[in-house]
């Protein structure tokens, strides 16, 4: 997944603050290269981000990798 991929979806659940403070580790990364859509959209449905504190990238992409790897597994029941 692209990176304009992914601000579309952080965008439509209404993380867009979220993104912005971590766009630029996710670029230099390329942590999203092998992230699908669907993984980073199950990731949003799942955890909820408080507003006033903001996610540190190291703490984000460690539950992401996480929830990826339960999901790549079929180990959660997603409806």
Not at 21 to 41: C, G, K, Q, W
């Amino acid at each position: 997944m692209n990176i304009e991929q992914a601000e579309e979806i952080f965008n439509d659940y209404g993380y867009a603050s979220l993104f912005q403070h971590i766009r630029y580790p996710l670029m230099i990364s390329e942590a999203f290269n092998d992230v699908t859509p669907d993984v980073l959209s199950h990731f949003l449905d799942v955890y909820s981000f408080e507003t006033a504190e903001i996610l540190s990238f190291e703490e984000f992409i460690y539950h992401l990798l996480i929830l990826k790897k339960i999901y790549m597994n079929n180990e959660l029941p997603f409806v």
